[in-house]
C-alpha cells in the first residue's frame, strides 16, 4: 500500500553505518529539531505523534510541513495504539527510537491529569512493549526531565540526587518513567537512556513556555506577574538552547548499545543510563525579562507575588558532568544568544 511505501521511503537510511529512528513526538518542538537534524545527516527517520490540542495544532502543522520538506514522514497516531506501532515495526527494522511524545507542562495536570497519565506512562509502557517484542529490538533514548529533582533543594542537581518529592504529576510520571525504563532493562534487556532536560527553548518552540507568554504580554503592554521564593528567593531556570539539547540526544543515540534481548547480570546486562542535559547557568526570571525587554525596545509591567503552590519549583540548575564525560555534551548558547534567535 501507499502508506507502507512513504513510511519506507522516510525511514530509509543512506548507508551501513546510518541509524533507523522512530521519532515519537515528531511535531512536537523539540522532536520537529531532532529529526530534521537526523535526516540531515542521513539517518532514516518516522515520526509518530498525535496532533493533541494541548496548545495549537495549527502550529504542529506547520513543523509538520517543515519535517515534510526535509523528507521526514510524521505519522497521525497515539503510542497507545500498539497495532499501529507494530505496524511501523513490521515495516521499518528501526535500530533506535527517539522517545519525545509526552503531555508536557507541570500546570496543566490541575486540569487534566489524566492525560498525562495516558500519554507519559500507558504511552510508555506500550511503546516499551512493542520494543520488546520487536526484531531487531531497539536501543531507545527518551526524555526525562529536570522536574524529577522535585523540592529538592541541593544546587547543582546531579542525576545520584534524591528524586523521591515531585512537586507537580508531570514531574511524578517522569519518575514513574525512569522506574518503569529500569524494569524493561532489567528483565527484557532494552538498552535505555533518560535524557533530563531542563527548561528547553529555541524557534519553533512551545507557546505554553514563559519566555513565550512574556514576550506576547510585554509587546500587549499588559502586566507580567513574577513570582518569587520564600523570603523574597529568586526563582531561576536552567535555560537550554534547543540546538545544545539536539546534540546531546543525538549523541546518545549514537553511544547507546544495543539492547540484547533478556535483561540480568548473567545473561549479559544492557545498558541503563541516565543524564542531565542543561546549560549549568541558572539565569533568574528578573533576568529574562530584562533580556526580553532589551531584544523587543519595550519596558515590561511587572508585579512579584509569591510562588503559589502549582507545580512550578524555585530553582533549576544542572550539573552536566556526566554528560559531559560520556557523551561529550557541552553547551554553547547562553539565554541572550538564544532569545535572539527566538525573538
Ligand atoms: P511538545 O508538547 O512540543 O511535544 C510533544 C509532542 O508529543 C506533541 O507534538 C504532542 O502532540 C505529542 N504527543 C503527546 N502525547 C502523545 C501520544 N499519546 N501519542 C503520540 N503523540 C503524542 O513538548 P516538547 O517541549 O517538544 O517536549 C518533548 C519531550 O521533552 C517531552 O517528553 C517533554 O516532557 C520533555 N521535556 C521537555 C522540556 C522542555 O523544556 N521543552 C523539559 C523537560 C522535558
Not at 511524545?101 to 500507558?122: K, T
Not at 534524591?162 to 514531574?171: G, M, Q
Amino acid at each position: 500500500p501507499a502508506w507502507e511505501r512513504r513510511v519506507r521511503s522516510s525511514a530509509r537510511v543512506r548507508s551501513k553505518t546510518a541509524l533507523s529512528v522512530l521519532v515519537t513526538g515528531a511535531a512536537g518542538f523539540v522532536g520537529t529539531h531532532v529529526a530534521t537534524a537526523l535526516k540531515r545527516r542521513g539517518d532514516g527517520v518516522l515520526g509518530i505523534d498525535n496532533f493533541n490540542d494541548y496548545y495549537d495544532v495549527a502550529l504542529k502543522n506547520s513543523r509538520k510541513a517543515l519535517l515534510d520538506r526535509a523528507g521526514v514522514l510524521v505519522v497521525d497516531g497515539d503510542i497507545n495504539d500498539a497495532d499501529l506501532l507494530r505496524k511501523l515495526f513490521d515495516v521499518v527494522a528501526f535500530t533506535h527510537v527517539m522517545h519525545l511524545a509526552a503531555q508536557a507542562g507541570v500546570r496543566y495536570a490541575m486540569e487534566n491529569p489524566n492525560s498525562y497519565v495516558h500519554s507519559n506512562i500507558a504511552g510508555f509502557v506500550n511503546l516499551l512493549e512493542v520494543c520488546k517484542s520487536a526484531n531487531p529490538q531497539p536501543s531507545i533514548v527518551w526524555a526525562s526531565s529536570s522536574s524529577v529533582y522535585g523540592l529538592n533543594s541541593k544546587v547543582p542537581f546531579s542525576e545520584k540526587d534524591r528524586t523521591d518529592h515531585p512537586a507537580s504529576l508531570y514531574a511524578a510520571t517522569k519518575k514513574a518513567d525512569e522506574a518503569i525504563a529500569h524494569v524493561y532493562n532489567h528483565i527484557y534487556g532494552l538498552s535505555i537512556t533518560g535524557l533530563r532536560f531542563f527548561t528547553v527553548y529555541g524557534p519553533w518552540g512551545r507557546p505554553d513556555m514563559a519566555y513565550f507568554f512574556f514576550t506576547r504580554d510585554i509587546l500587549k503592554r499588559r502586566v507580567i506577574t513574577v513570582f518569587e521564593g520564600p523570603n523574597h528567593g529568586t526563582v531561576a531556570r536552567d535555560f537550554t538552547y534547543i540546538d545544545d539539547i539536539v546534540k546531546g540526544c543525538l549523541a546518545a543515540l549514537d553511544t547507546a548499545k544495543k539492547s540484547t534481548g533478556s535483561g540480568g547480570k548473567k545473561r549479559g546486562a544492557a545498558q541503563l543510563r541516565v543524564f542531565n542535559l542543561g546549560n549549568t547557568t541558572p539565569v533568574p526570571v528578573s533576568k529574562l525579562l530584562s533580556i526580553l525587554e532589551k531584544l523587543l525596545k519595550v519596558k515590561a509591567k511587572k508585579r512579584v507575588l509569591p510562588l503559589p503552590r502549582n507545580g512550578d519549583v524555585q530553582f533549576t540548575h544542572a550539573n552536566i558532568s556526566l554528560a559531559y564525560k560520556e557523551l561529550g555534551y557541552k553547551p554553547t548558547t547562553n539565554l541572550e544568544t538564544g532569545l535572539k534567535k527566538v525573538c
